[in-house]
């Protein structure tokens, strides 16, 4: 049995949150310093990217966040079954470490008490915690600060069985291409196939956590993935919407089983600002 | 080549200017996002006065994280326009001159675009950090209840645009 206290799980929240905001983890920098070199006949596009560099070098200062919108603040939590947790409630410690990186982070306060009558809360709570049980005595918190622009850009689809590979794409690709630049391309993908309704979207944007240089095990969704990449890339959107080659910086695949009536596929979009961090305790 | 407007004296000349040009602004526009335009809308339609002219000002569609000490503002790059859609002919009425913003907007803004010769500006979206340091100062003229909606206004200097609906209906997201 492994005790973990709360105090501690405070603490780590609130750097997580902190530091997923003022530091782009370093396989998006590096799809960003290629994109600058791609973009030679899109003087504006290349123009972009550069800026887009020059803010990622000026946010890890941590004087000024990635972005201004630091997002709702999602937490993807795996206890080891054998944890004892001390203290006092492991939700109430979550969401205070995340009030603490709000405020002392400079972060801004992007929550709405309601979703009609919306009063912000003035802290960034509540969040969003999922939860899953592991075997052994580890503690992972990941943390994902997800802005809206680009969750406001993202689908989810009860497709038939018969729509098929072809139909997904299809579905995915258009989706992407017709959001445009209203998602703040260039985009990072994540797709969940399978589950049911409210899985395909979880594992849509657990696929955002899977680094870019990380190739997809299985052959056939690995293919599928590039598929997706290259047709949205085809469409010559461009960063901001502006016009180029650079669209989509990857696309990741999540699979889970589903039933023999259905195909849920969701896609999670996120922007070039793709932050998360994560500590195992 | 244009390069930069100053928005005290040649605000004006912002109607001239083609979509798809880069150029770069000084002088004040003010900030406003979704709750804010919904209560100017309010003051609007129940024919109240708003406690603030927005005679001849700039919009720019933007909530900041906050201002450490010793800095003017925090992060503060562009929102997508198109939320602000039903309510841009509202804040024209009103006298707003362009809007600064990013994305793409609803068809039916062109046709406003065109008719109050209100250009629709776009900036950098992610781009926070960067453009916070071409903001020289920050202060909040309505709504402070609404926090980092609250109405600010800013003065900005050497601030990157780039027209994206021109006074003519050209739209730089028209693509082939």
Redesign the interface.
């Known amino acids: 049995m492994k005790e973990i206290h709360t105090s501690r799980i405070e603490k780590e929240v609130e750097k997580l949150f902190i530091e997923a905001n003022y530091i782009l983890p370093d396989d998006v920098k590096k799809k960003i310093i290629e994109s600058i070199d791609k973009e030679n006949k899109h003087p ?1 596009a290349k123009n ?1 990217f550069t ?2 560099k ?3 070098e ?2 890890e200062k941590m ?8 997002g709702m603040a999602i937490v993807f939590l795996e206890i080891g079954q054998d944890i004892v947790i001390k203290g006092g409630y492991i939700i109430d410690a979550i969401n205070e470490g995340i009030k603490n990186a709000y405020n002392n982070g ?5 929550i709405v008490a309601d979703p009609i009558n ?1 009063e ?1 809360t ?1 802290n960034n709570l509540p969040a969003i915690i999922h939860t899953e049980i592991k075997k052994g005595d580890k503690l992972k918190i990941t943390a994902v600060p997800k802005g809206f ?1 680009s969750e ?1 850009q993202s689908a989810l689809r009860m497709m038939v069985p018969s729509e098929g590979r072809e139909g997904i794409i299809n579905f995915i690709v258009n989706g992407v291409i017709s959001s ?5 391309p260039p985009c990072i993908i994540g797709v969940g196939i399978g589950g049911d309704f409210e899985y395909a979207p979880l594992l849509a944007k657990k696929a955002l956590l899977i680094p870019l240089d990380q190739e997809n095990n299985d052959p056939f969704y690995r293919e599928m993935e590039k598929e997706i990449f290259d047709k949205i890339n085809q469409s ?2 461009g960063s ?4 180029g080659s650079v669209t989509c910086l990857g696309v990741k695949i999540l699979t889970y089983s589903t039933h023999i009536a259905g195909m849920p596929v969701a896609y999670n979009y996120c ?3 793709c932050r998360h961090a994560s500590i195992v305790i | 080549m244009l390069l930069s407007i100053n928005l005290d004296n040649n605000i004006e000349d912002l109607k001239k200017i083609k979509a798809g040009t880069s150029f770069k602004i000084t002088g004040k526009i003010y900030t406003a996002r979704d709750a804010a335009h919904k209560k100017i809308k309010e003051y609007f339609d129940g024919n109240k006065q708003i406690p603030l002219s927005f005679k001849n000002s700039i919009i720019y569609y933007m909530g900041p994280t906050p201002a450490r000490e010793g800095y003017p503002i925090g992060s503060c790059g562009p929102t997508s326009s198109y939320r602000m859609d039903d309510y841009l002919e509202t804040t024209l009425k009103l006298g707003v001159v362009a809007t600064i913003g990013k994305g793409e907007r609803k068809k039916a803004i062109v046709k406003l675009i065109k008719k109050y010769k209100a250009p629709y500006l776009l900036t950098i979206g992610g781009a926070a950090a960067y453009l916070a340091e071409c903001v020289i100062s920050s202060k909040i003229v309505l709504f402070k209840e609404l926090q980092t909606e609250a109405v600010r206004e800013l003065i900005v200097k050497d601030f990157p645009v780039i027209v994206g609906i021109d006074v003519y209906g050209n739209n730089i997201f028209n693509r082939v």
């Open positions: 504006l972009i800026i887009i020059e803010n990622y000026k946010s004087i000024f966040p990635l972005c201004q919108d630091t400079f972060l801004r306060k992007s919306r912000n003035d622009g406001n445009g630049g209203k998602g703040c010559n959107i901001q919407g502006f016009g922007c070039h600002s």
